[in-house]
């Protein structure tokens, strides 16, 4: 088993890493729990929610099960309170320990609920994406999302355990194998460059979910993840270049509604959009800005965004987190491997957004 730790003012956890850990998950409730909320939605849990249970009944504790509709657009106030719905119906506690069975939606939903419910309760993150192996559920970002926009509502809470079970991605469908690819190379993108091109190198490799790719990508990902927020947790710095992509690709998804693009999709056209932008401003070359998009293109992500409409890209845009006093902020590239933090004029941001638009078929 690999294991990698997350130390933050937070709290800090262990990330294990093994095949067949989902037939261990006991291991991660705390002898002090009283019982354990299980929470997954339709899709993960006719695959793996019996072997979860399985697993967890082992501690001998009362175990409840809540249910959430599947996808992107249940990522919200609503679905949120199913959770404590569930929770209050079970009479669970402030020593219930939730476990989040799913991908990001599921991981990010219940974190944030396991943030306010009886003002905090722990929760153990079981990702089953690829994506949320090597990127939601470390860090103890917890959001929903705004119709207005992307995860506006949530907290910083980190879980007290992350048990990546690699072998679960096996059923998972091609198109969301290249989403959470999107999320690996990002890591190279903004801090690793050997890593960017490992990836290039491997291309082939991750998407056909090679068993030695992908656990050095996931790995290697997360000790990336677990080393930038250790160093800033609540995103005051480093932390930001995590958002690489994803000024861009959070106004894809609000702009085209949940769920029409997965999040990994924004963010791979995100990054190439990006890549052009530092170009303009930030000194990456030619070569860069062409390596960024063909590998996003290789990992079966889109490079072509949708025509949004110049001003209602930069509205859209705006609702960004990393904007302060209406000045829309970007992580970009000086060069593969280094990401900073700045602005970009309005007029050279219009360009870029014009020069990549294609109308939506
Ligand atoms: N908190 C963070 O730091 C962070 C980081 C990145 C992304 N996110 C968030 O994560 C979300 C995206 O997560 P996602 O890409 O995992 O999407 P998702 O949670 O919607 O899962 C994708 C689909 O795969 C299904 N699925 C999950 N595991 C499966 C498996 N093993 N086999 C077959 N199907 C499976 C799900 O039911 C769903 O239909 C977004 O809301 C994004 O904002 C959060
Ligand atoms: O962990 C982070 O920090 C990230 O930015 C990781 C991103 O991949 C993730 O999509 C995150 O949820 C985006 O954060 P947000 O603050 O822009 O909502
Ligand atoms: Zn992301």
Redesign the pocket.
């Known amino acids: 088993m690999n294991t990698v730790n997350v130390e933050t003012p937070g709290g800090s956890y262990p990330i294990h890493i093994a095949a067949g850990r989902l037939d261990s998950l006991e291991q991660s409730i705390p002898d002090d729990a009283t019982s354990i909320a299980l929470v997954s939605?339709p899709?993960?849990a006719a695959?793996?929610a019996d072997r979860a249970k399985r697993a967890l009944a082992k501690t001998g504790k009362r175990l409840v099960y809540i249910e959430l509709p599947?996808?992107?657009a249940y990522?919200d106030w609503q679905t949120l309170n199913l959770i404590f719905d569930g929770l209050l119906q079970s009479r669970c506690d402030r020593k219930t320990v939730l476990v989040a069975l799913?991908?990001?939606?599921?991981?990010?939903m219940v974190?944030f609920a396991a943030s306010c419910y009886m003002r905090g309760v722990r929760f153990v993150q079981v990702?089953?994406?690829?994506?949320?192996q090597v990127?939601?559920?470390?860090?103890?970002?917890?959001?929903v999302?705004h119709p207005l926009g992307?995860?506006m509502i949530g907290a910083f809470y980190q879980p007290i355990a992350v048990e990546i079970d690699p072998d679960?991605?096996?059923?998972?469908?091609s198109r969301?194998v290249s989403?959470?690819l999107a999320?690996v190379i990002k890591y190279g993108c903004i801090i690793d460059a050997p890593f960017f091109d490992w990836c290039e190198q491997n291309v082939a490799a991750l998407r056909a979910l090679d068993h030695d790719a992908v656990a050095y990508a996931i790995k290697r990902s997360c000790e990336l993840k677990a080393y930038v927020v250790s160093q800033d947790e609540r995103e005051s710095g480093l932390r930001a270049i995590?958002n690489f992509g994803h000024t861009f690709g959070h106004a894809i998804?609000a702009g085209l509604g949940y769920g029409h693009w997965?999040?990994?999709e924004a963010v791979g056209c995100g990054m190439a959009q990006a890549a052009e932008l530092s170009a303009k401003v930030a000194g990456l070359d030619e070569l860069g800005v062409a390596r960024v998009r063909d590998l996003v293109h290789a990992i079966g992500c889109p490079v072509t965004p949708p025509n949004l409409g110049t001003d209602h890209w930069i509205e859209l845009m705006q609702v960004d987190k990393k904007t302060e006093g209406g000045t829309l902020r970007f992580i970009l590239l000086p060069e593969i491997g280094k990401a900073v933090f700045q602005s970009a004029p309005l007029d050279v941001l219009r360009q870029v957004l014009h020069s990549t638009a294609v109308p939506v078929l």
């Not at 799913?102 to 990010?108: P, Q, R, S």
């Open positions: 939605n899709t993960v695959l793996y599947d996808g992107e990522k799913g991908g990001g939606v599921i991981g990010d974190g990702p089953t994406t690829l994506l949320a990127d939601s559920s470390v860090g103890g970002k917890t959001a999302n992307k995860n679960v991605l096996r059923t998972l469908p969301e989403a959470g999320e995590l998804e997965l999040h990994g």
